[in-house]
């Protein structure tokens, strides 16, 4: 009974390089969230992700960030030329399904702690 | 969009006192309200949640309540053990527009002394 799976668990790049974070989502789910958390600080939104489909990304920067959940695979989520600001953990939620007015429970993975150095 | 505030940002008690924690939201809209449990090292866990049609939750040493009029929420344990230490926060979503798109607390980080 695998819940959701993220790695790497730590991540250490230097400024200007890329970071690729992996969320394999519990099995059967397909909806797909992202969180990034600050030091000392709750989780923020970042992007939500269907199957082949971004849905809202309200909350990701507009530049060098990108997530993706291909039909195949776990979802990535990408930041490029990372600045030390970029350091946090970030959490991959899936869900079994959304709709509104529902409400289906968000399982978090253990996360991705991103380290810029 | 919603705004989520937490408090109190540490919380210290005795094992076998009870603890509250507490959340104000700003969006009237907001109807879905989850708490979670955060370990060191860890993801969150969901611990209780409830709705905007129910006014309390219960769920043994755990209770929820919602007061929609004033907009906030609180979390209640009792008989606090030692490993109910950890740091927990409150979430807001609006089912209507944002499809599961959790806001979240600052987080309240809970220590029960032995």
């Known amino acids: 009974n695998a819940g959701v799976m993220q790695n790497p668990r730590h991540l250490v790049r230097r400024r200007g390089q890329e970071a690729r974070l992996r969320c394999s989502p519990v099995k059967g789910h397909s909806h797909v969230y992202w969180y990034r958390q600050l030091p000392e600080e709750g989780l923020k939104f970042m992007v939500y992700l269907q199957k082949e489909n971004i849905i809202d990304e309200s909350g990701m920067p507009k530049e060098r960030f990108s997530a993706e959940f291909p039909k195949e695979g776990p979802s990535i989520l990408r930041i490029q030329q990372v600045v030390r600001g970029d350091s946090a953990a970030y959490f991959c939620?899936?869900?079994?399904?959304?709709?509104?007015?529902?409400?289906?429970?968000?399982?978090f993975g253990p996360g991705t702690r991103l380290t810029v150095t | 969009g919603e705004n989520v505030e937490q408090h109190p940002s540490t919380l210290s008690v005795q094992e076998g006192d009870s603890a509250v924690i507490k959340c104000t939201y700003s969006?009237?809209?907001?109807?879905?309200f989850p708490w979670y449990k955060q370990e060191l090292g860890k993801g969150p866990q969901l611990i209780i949640d409830i709705r905007s049609n129910v006014g309390e939750k219960k769920d043994q040493r755990i209770a929820v309540t919602l007061n929609k009029t004033a907009k906030h929420f609180s979390l209640h344990i009792t008989e606090t053990q030692p490993e109910d230490s950890a740091v927990y926060f409150c979430?807001?979503?609006?089912?209507?527009?944002?499809?599961?798109?959790?806001?979240f607390g600052q987080g309240t980080i809970l220590t029960v002394h032995p």
């Open positions: 969006d009237s809209a907001s109807n879905y």
């Open positions: 979430a807001a979503s609006m089912s209507s527009t944002s499809y599961g798109k959790l806001t």
């Open positions: 939620a899936s869900s079994l399904a959304v709709s509104q007015g529902q409400y289906y429970e968000q399982y």
